[in-house]
């Protein structure tokens, strides 16, 4: 069983909005600190957005005010929904899963690309 499975991404005019998901297997969701990382060609992966077991999130800052994590126990699912995109949000989106017990996961990566 693939432990997370993202889903969401294309290509979306800047200022347009994108909502990305990512579903966990059950156990892991309950136990994970969950988080959207990026990396656009050329550069490292970068920590977009995290959310705790308890719901308390973290931006950065280039994403502060448009991006909004999210996360649903019931589903076993976080979001990620992306409005008034730019350019340089292009990128791979990995969803990540850090356990409490210091394990980490990592999704597939789904690419967004905003061009006109």
């Known amino acids: 069983q693939v432990p997370l499975v993202e889903s969401g991404g294309g290509l979306v005019q800047p200022g347009g909005s994108l909502r990305l998901s990512c579903v966990a297997s059950g156990n892991i969701f309950a136990f994970a600190d969950m988080g959207w990382y990026r990396q656009a060609p050329g550069n490292e992966r970068e920590l977009v957005a995290d959310i705790s077991r308890d719901s308390k999130t973290n931006y950065a800052g280039s994403v502060k005010g448009r991006f909004t994590i999210s996360r649903d126990n019931a589903k076993n699912t976080v979001y990620l929904q992306m409005n008034s995109l730019k350019p340089e949000d292009t990128a791979v989106y990995y969803c990540?899963?850090?356990?409490?017990?210091?394990?980490?996961?990592w999704g597939q990566g789904t690419q967004v690309t905003v061009s006109s």
């Open positions: 990540s899963a850090e356990m409490i017990w210091g394990g980490h996961y």
